[in-house]
T-cell receptor, first 114, second 115 residues
């Protein structure tokens, strides 16, 4: 089946630094989604991307839908302590129809040192 | 607007007992998903429904697991009998589904501990 490779697996950075993480696949996707999960909570949708090449921002977060439709990246600028958490990418395969069955990456654990 | 609601938030039970997890999706959403999350296996899709009909239950680990969606505003995931290896966080998510773009919205999860 389709798989997503998310990297890096974990990051430990200094407050104020920029962060970049990405997801790649050997298969194409119609939609890319980025989620953040805080400890003890469910994943929260951060950004949704619908077209190849699309670049979308949400505050300090920026994500892009790769032109080949096989990858996506998420950047966080000027990190702050509350950015700590696990970030997941998710892709919607072309033949998932209207049901929306997503493929999830393994997650990137982000820790921010004040 | 209320998001996805799950209950209970925490459940501790003894091996062999029946466990029922509950979910209320976002009003108007047509698709509902049950996931299990563990450190070892990450986020796993167990089963999903579209318009209250189970579409794919290939992720359900064993016959001990069953899920129902009697109406558009309620779903249950039942484990009978429960085992220690079922300990995990169980998430319910809903999606606009038909005509939607795949966005799923997660509930806060139920942390299940089976002793």
């Amino acid at each position: 089946g389709q798989q997503l490779n998310q990297s890096p697996q974990s990051m430990f950075i200094q407050e104020g630094e920029d962060v970049s993480m990405n997801c790649t696949s050997s298969s194409i996707f119609n939609t890319w989604l980025w989620y953040k999960q805080d400890p003890g909570e469910g994943p929260v949708l951060l950004i949704a991307l619908y077209k190849a090449g699309e670049l979308t921002s949400n505050g300090r977060l920026t994500a892009q839908f790769g032109i080949t439709r096989k990858d996506s990246f998420l950047n966080i600028s000027a990190s702050i302590p509350s950015d700590v958490g696990i970030y997941f990418c998710a892709g919607l395969p072309p033949r998932s129809g209207n049901t929306g069955k997503l493929i999830f990456g393994q997650g990137t654990t982000l820790q921010v040192k004040p | 607007d209320a998001g996805v609601i799950q209950s209970p938030r925490h459940e501790v039970t003894e091996m062999g007992q029946e466990v029922t997890l509950r979910c209320k999706p976002i009003s108007g959403h047509n698709s509902l998903f049950w996931y299990r999350q563990t450190m070892m296996r990450g986020l796993e899709l167990l089963i999903y429904f579209n318009n209250n009909v189970p579409i794919d239950d290939s992720g359900m680990p064993e016959d001990r697991f069953s899920a129902k969606m009697p109406n558009a505003s309620f779903s249950t995931l039942k484990i009978q009998p429960s085992e220690p290896r079922d300990s995990a966080v169980y998430f319910c998510a809903s999606s606009p589904g038909t005509g939607g773009s795949g966005e799923q919205y997660f509930g806060p999860g139920t942390r299940l501990t089976v002793t």
